[in-house]
C-alpha cells in the first residue's frame, strides 16, 4: 500500500514538473479575479441563468467522459458543479484538464446553466490551474474520520468535512453578534496585557516564560480581570475583552489550556445587571446564529425564550442533595459531613469550601436549562463583594445551561482593605500548596486605592459557547488548531506523522521507531500461585470505547463509557489521566474485568477495571493501557 501511495504521490510531482516546463507553472499565478460564489449562482439562478461568472475553489470530483467532462469545485460556501467540454475551452486545455487531480485548485469561467437533470452548473469556457495539489485527500466514501488526524491537520478537515467549515463560520457569527450587542449597549472593546508578571483573577496556574530583553520572568495571563477594572478605575465605565487566556491544566472536552475568554466590566451596576446582561446577551447571539431561541445539545433541549432560573447556592444544594448548609455551624461540622457523603476534600478547606463541593457533586448535572447560581461562599471567590446581610456569602453568580458552567459574575470588590486581606489568605494557602491560588498584586491594590466605583464584572467562556451553539460534542471540535500532545520521535518538530492522504483510506505509515528498554524495571512476579478455579471467577473481556473524559476536579480519574458486549453504557473510572488525552482513547478496543463489584469514586459508580500495564523507568512509573486490535469485537471473553 505505500508503494502504491508513494507511486501516487510521484505522479503528481511529474505532471507539476511537465507544467512547469510547458511553461504553465501554476504557483506562478498571483490572483484570480472572482465574481461569484457556489451559493450565489445557485440562490440567484433566475437573474444568472444565461449569464458569465468566474468561480474558483478545490476540485472534490471529476468525470471525464471523452470530448467532455464534469467536476465539482468547492469554495467557502459548497460545491458547484462544471460542465467542462473540448469544443468550448480548447484541444490543448482540455487536454491539460484530464491530468489535473481531485484536489487541484481551479478557477472556471463560463455561463451558468442547468444539466438535463436539473442541476445548477457552470459551462466552462477557460480552466485554469491556480494551485496544484502534491498530496492525496482522503478517499471521497470514507471522508476524514480519523479524530486525531483531524484535530493536527484542520485544513484538511474543512476541506473533507462541510458541517466542520459550517461550524467554524458559526463561531465567527458569534463573536461578531456578541460585538454587536455590547457596542449597541455603549461597551468599548479594549486590549490588555497577555505577559504579566502577576497572573491574577482566577483560579489557575500559569504558563511561565522568560522575557531576554528584560531579563524577568513572566508569565502568561490566566484571566483579564485585574486589568479591565484598572480601566475602571480610569473612567472607563462599560469595557470588554475577547481574548485569549493561558491555563497550565489539563485537557478534557471542556478544556484547553488556551481558549477565547471574554469579560466586560460596567460601572455603577452589580451582579444583578449582570444577570440581566448575560440572559439579554445569550437570548441575541442565539437567535441571530441559530435562528432560534431553542437550543439543541446532546439530546438535551434548553429554552432561551423564558426567563433563566435564579437561585442561590445554598437552596441549590439543598434543593438536590437534601442538605442545608445554613444549619451546619462550623468548618468541622461540615467535613463531618462530607465524610458522611464519601465527598473528598483537603484539609485547608473550609465550610464554604465544602459548601461548593457539595454543590459540584450533587448540583451541577442537573442544570440543564439556563440557570444563575447566585451568593457564593467567600472561601472560593477572593475578588467579590460580601453580602451586606451575610458577610459569608457574596455577590457572585455563576451561569449554567446544559450541566455546565458558562459565565461567572461578580459584584466586584472595590474595598481595597477587604481586598488586601483576601490576597494575603490567598498567599496562606500558596504556602500550604495551592497552585492556583492568587499573589498579591500590589499595582491593582494600588488602583483600588485610588477609587473604583461600584462595578459589576462577568467573564464568559466562548468557546463552551460555541460549543452550544453548534451542538459540538469537544471543544477541540470548536478551535482551529487544538492543543495536542506531539508524536514521539516521529518528525517532532513539526508534528507530522501522518498523512492526510488515504488513497485510499491509509496512511503512509513509519517505520516504527526502536524503542530502549534498557532504564526499564519491572515487578518481580508473584511466587505464590493461584488455582485455575479461582483465576476463572475474573471475566476478562474486550470493551469498546465509547466516550472518556475527564472526571471534574479530579488530577487522576478518567470516566470511561464502554460497549461491553451486551450494554453500551458501562462506566469505569480509571486513575491514568496522567497518561492519555481522553479524546484520544475514544474507539479503541481495551481489556476490562467486568465482574467486579461496583466502587464509588468521586461519586460516580465504577463498574470494573481496565487492564494496564505498569513499569518503571527512570525511577518514575510508566503505564499504558492494555489496547488490542479493533477487529476483536465488544464483549468476546478472554480465557
Same mark, same amino acid.
Given at each position: 500500500m505505500a508503494e502504491d501511495i508513494n507511486q501516487l504521490l510521484k505522479v503528481r510531482r511529474e505532471k507539476l514538473a511537465g507544467l512547469q516546463e510547458a511553461g504553465k507553472d501554476p504557483f506562478q499565478i498571483t490572483r484570480c479575479d472572482v465574481t461569484h460564489h457556489s451559493i450565489d449562482i445557485k440562490d440567484r439562478y433566475d437573474d444568472?441563468?444565461?449569464?458569465?461568472? !468566474?468561480?474558483?475553489?478545490?476540485?472534490? /470530483?471529476?468525470?471525464?467522459? @471523452?470530448?467532455? =467532462? /464534469?467536476?465539482n469545485l468547492r469554495d467557502l460556501q459548497g460545491d458547484i458543479q462544471a460542465y467542462v467540454a473540448r469544443d468550448s475551452v480548447g484541444e490543448e486545455p482540455y487536454k491539460d484538464f484530464k491530468k489535473y487531480d481531485v484536489g487541484d485548485l481551479l478557477a472556471i469561467t463560463g455561463e451558468v446553466f442547468k !444539466?438535463?437533470?436539473?442541476?445548477? #452548473?457552470?459551462?466552462?469556457?477557460?480552466?485554469?490551474l491556480l494551485s496544484k495539489s502534491l498530496q492525496i485527500l482522503p478517499e471521497k466514501f470514507h471522508g476524514l474520520t480519523d479524530t486525531d488526524i483531524r484535530y493536527r491537520q484542520r485544513y484538511v478537515d474543512l476541506i473533507m468535512n462541510p458541517d466542520v467549515k459550517d461550524t467554524f463560520i458559526k463561531r465567527s457569527k458569534v463573536l461578531h453578534f456578541i460585538r454587536n450587542y455590547l457596542d449597541r449597549q455603549g461597551f468599548m472593546e479594549v486590549e490588555t496585557p497577555m505577559l504579566v508578571q502577576n497572573a491574577g483573577g482566577a483560579a489557575a496556574r500559569p504558563f511561565e516564560t522568560h522575557y531576554n530583553a528584560l531579563g524577568e520572568n513572566l508569565k502568561l495571563r490566566i484571566s483579564l480581570e485585574l486589568y479591565l477594572k484598572r480601566l475602571i478605575v480610569g473612567g472607563m465605565e462599560k469595557v470588554y475583552e475577547i481574548g485569549r487566556v493561558f491555563r497550565n491544566e489539563g485537557l478534557d472536552t471542556r478544556h484547553n489550556p488556551e481558549f477565547t475568554l471574554m469579560e466586560l466590566y460596567q460601572a455603577y451596576t452589580d451582579y444583578n445587571g449582570m444577570m440581566d446582561l448575560t440572559e439579554n446577551l445569550y437570548r441575541y447571539v442565539a437567535k441571530e446564529v441559530t435562528g432560534s431561541e431553542i437550543l439543541t445539545y446532546g439530546?438535551?433541549?434548553m429554552d432561551l425564550s423564558k426567563p433563566f432560573e435564579r437561585i442561590t447556592m445554598v437552596d441549590a444544594v439543598k434543593k438536590y442533595a437534601n442538605v442545608d448548609f445554613n444549619e451546619i455551624k462550623d468548618e468541622e461540622e461540615a467535613k463531618k459531613l462530607a465524610k458522611e457523603h464519601h465527598i473528598e476534600y483537603e484539609e485547608r478547606h473550609g465550610k464554604g469550601d465544602i459548601l461548593n463541593l457539595f454543590f459540584e457533586e450533587y448540583v451541577e448535572e442537573h442544570l440543564i436549562q439556563p440557570t444563575f447560581v447566585m451568593d457564593h461562599p467567600i472561601e472560593i471567590s477572593p475578588l467579590t463583594k460580601k453580602k451586606p446581610d451575610n458577610p459569608d456569602y457574596v455577590e457572585r453568580f455563576e451561569f449554567f445551561m446544559n450541566g455546565w458552567e458558562m459565565a461567572n459574575a461578580y459584584s466586584e470588590l472595590n474595598d481595597p482593605i477587604d481586598q488586601r486581606a483576601r490576597f494575603e489568605a490567598q498567599e496562606a494557602l500558596i504556602a500550604q500548596g495551592d497552585e492556583e491560588a492568587n499573589h498579591i498584586d500590589e499595582d491593582f491594590l494600588n488602583a483600588l486605592n485610588i477609587g473604583m466605583p461600584p462595578t459589576g464584572g462577568i467573564g464568559f467562556g466562548i468557546d463552551r459557547m460555541v460549543m452550544?451553539?453548534?451542538? #459540538?460534542?469537544? *471543544?477541540?471540535?470548536?478551535?482551529? /488548531?487544538? !492543543?495536542?500532545? #506531539?508524536?514521539?520521535?516521529?518528525?517532532?518538530?513539526?508534528?507530522?506523522?501522518?498523512?492526510? =492522504? +488515504?488513497?485510499?483510506?491509509k496512511n503512509v505509515e513509519e517505520e516504527p521507531a526502536e524503542i530502549d528498554f534498557s532504564n526499564v524495571k519491572i515487578e518481580p512476579i508473584f511466587e505464590e500461585m493461584v488455582d485455575f478455579d479461582t483465576f476463572a471467577k475474573s471475566d476478562f473481556r474486550a470493551v469498546k470505547i465509547l466516550a472518556c473524559e475527564a472526571v471534574p476536579k479530579s488530577k487522576k480519574l478518567l470516566k470511561?463509557?464502554?460497549d461491553d458486549g451486551g450494554r453500551k453504557d458501562r462506566v469505569i473510572? =480509571?486513575? *491514568?489521566?496522567e497518561y492519555y488525552e481522553p479524546e484520544e482513547l475514544v474507539g479503541k478496543t481495551c481489556i476490562a474485568i467486568v465482574n467486579l463489584p461496583p466502587r464509588k469514586m468521586m461519586g460516580i459508580d465504577s +463498574? @470494573?477495571?481496565?487492564? =494496564?500495564?505498569?513499569?518503571e523507568e527512570d525511577g518514575r512509573e510508566g503505564l499504558n493501557l492494555l489496547m488490542v486490535d479493533n477487529r476483536i469485537p465488544a464483549g468476546a471473553k478472554l480465557y
Amino acid at each position: 500500500m505505500a508503494e502504491d501511495i508513494n507511486q501516487l504521490l510521484k505522479v503528481r510531482r511529474e505532471k507539476l514538473a511537465g507544467l512547469q516546463e510547458a511553461g504553465k507553472d501554476p504557483f506562478q499565478i498571483t490572483r484570480c479575479d472572482v465574481t461569484h460564489h457556489s451559493i450565489d449562482i445557485k440562490d440567484r439562478y433566475d437573474d444568472l441563468e444565461g449569464q458569465t461568472v !468566474t468561480i474558483a475553489g478545490r476540485m472534490m /470530483f471529476k468525470r471525464v467522459m @471523452g470530448k467532455a =467532462s /464534469f467536476c465539482n469545485l468547492r469554495d467557502l460556501q459548497g460545491d458547484i458543479q462544471a460542465y467542462v467540454a473540448r469544443d468550448s475551452v480548447g484541444e490543448e486545455p482540455y487536454k491539460d484538464f484530464k491530468k489535473y487531480d481531485v484536489g487541484d485548485l481551479l478557477a472556471i469561467t463560463g455561463e451558468v446553466f442547468k !444539466t438535463k437533470t436539473g442541476e445548477i #452548473s457552470v459551462h466552462a469556457q477557460t480552466v485554469t490551474l491556480l494551485s496544484k495539489s502534491l498530496q492525496i485527500l482522503p478517499e471521497k466514501f470514507h471522508g476524514l474520520t480519523d479524530t486525531d488526524i483531524r484535530y493536527r491537520q484542520r485544513y484538511v478537515d474543512l476541506i473533507m468535512n462541510p458541517d466542520v467549515k459550517d461550524t467554524f463560520i458559526k463561531r465567527s457569527k458569534v463573536l461578531h453578534f456578541i460585538r454587536n450587542y455590547l457596542d449597541r449597549q455603549g461597551f468599548m472593546e479594549v486590549e490588555t496585557p497577555m505577559l504579566v508578571q502577576n497572573a491574577g483573577g482566577a483560579a489557575a496556574r500559569p504558563f511561565e516564560t522568560h522575557y531576554n530583553a528584560l531579563g524577568e520572568n513572566l508569565k502568561l495571563r490566566i484571566s483579564l480581570e485585574l486589568y479591565l477594572k484598572r480601566l475602571i478605575v480610569g473612567g472607563m465605565e462599560k469595557v470588554y475583552e475577547i481574548g485569549r487566556v493561558f491555563r497550565n491544566e489539563g485537557l478534557d472536552t471542556r478544556h484547553n489550556p488556551e481558549f477565547t475568554l471574554m469579560e466586560l466590566y460596567q460601572a455603577y451596576t452589580d451582579y444583578n445587571g449582570m444577570m440581566d446582561l448575560t440572559e439579554n446577551l445569550y437570548r441575541y447571539v442565539a437567535k441571530e446564529v441559530t435562528g432560534s431561541e431553542i437550543l439543541t445539545y446532546g439530546g438535551h433541549v434548553m429554552d432561551l425564550s423564558k426567563p433563566f432560573e435564579r437561585i442561590t447556592m445554598v437552596d441549590a444544594v439543598k434543593k438536590y442533595a437534601n442538605v442545608d448548609f445554613n444549619e451546619i455551624k462550623d468548618e468541622e461540622e461540615a467535613k463531618k459531613l462530607a465524610k458522611e457523603h464519601h465527598i473528598e476534600y483537603e484539609e485547608r478547606h473550609g465550610k464554604g469550601d465544602i459548601l461548593n463541593l457539595f454543590f459540584e457533586e450533587y448540583v451541577e448535572e442537573h442544570l440543564i436549562q439556563p440557570t444563575f447560581v447566585m451568593d457564593h461562599p467567600i472561601e472560593i471567590s477572593p475578588l467579590t463583594k460580601k453580602k451586606p446581610d451575610n458577610p459569608d456569602y457574596v455577590e457572585r453568580f455563576e451561569f449554567f445551561m446544559n450541566g455546565w458552567e458558562m459565565a461567572n459574575a461578580y459584584s466586584e470588590l472595590n474595598d481595597p482593605i477587604d481586598q488586601r486581606a483576601r490576597f494575603e489568605a490567598q498567599e496562606a494557602l500558596i504556602a500550604q500548596g495551592d497552585e492556583e491560588a492568587n499573589h498579591i498584586d500590589e499595582d491593582f491594590l494600588n488602583a483600588l486605592n485610588i477609587g473604583m466605583p461600584p462595578t459589576g464584572g462577568i467573564g464568559f467562556g466562548i468557546d463552551r459557547m460555541v460549543m452550544m451553539m453548534t451542538d #459540538s460534542p469537544a *471543544i477541540r471540535d470548536v478551535l482551529f /488548531f487544538p !492543543t495536542l500532545k #506531539s508524536f514521539d520521535g516521529v518528525n517532532k518538530k513539526n508534528d507530522v506523522k501522518k498523512q492526510a =492522504s +488515504e488513497a485510499p483510506e491509509k496512511n503512509v505509515e513509519e517505520e516504527p521507531a526502536e524503542i530502549d528498554f534498557s532504564n526499564v524495571k519491572i515487578e518481580p512476579i508473584f511466587e505464590e500461585m493461584v488455582d485455575f478455579d479461582t483465576f476463572a471467577k475474573s471475566d476478562f473481556r474486550a470493551v469498546k470505547i465509547l466516550a472518556c473524559e475527564a472526571v471534574p476536579k479530579s488530577k487522576k480519574l478518567l470516566k470511561f463509557t464502554l460497549d461491553d458486549g451486551g450494554r453500551k453504557d458501562r462506566v469505569i473510572l =480509571s486513575g *491514568i489521566r496522567e497518561y492519555y488525552e481522553p479524546e484520544e482513547l475514544v474507539g479503541k478496543t481495551c481489556i476490562a474485568i467486568v465482574n467486579l463489584p461496583p466502587r464509588k469514586m468521586m461519586g460516580i459508580d465504577s +463498574e @470494573g477495571m481496565l487492564i =494496564s500495564a505498569v513499569h518503571e523507568e527512570d525511577g518514575r512509573e510508566g503505564l499504558n493501557l492494555l489496547m488490542v486490535d479493533n477487529r476483536i469485537p465488544a464483549g468476546a471473553k478472554l480465557y
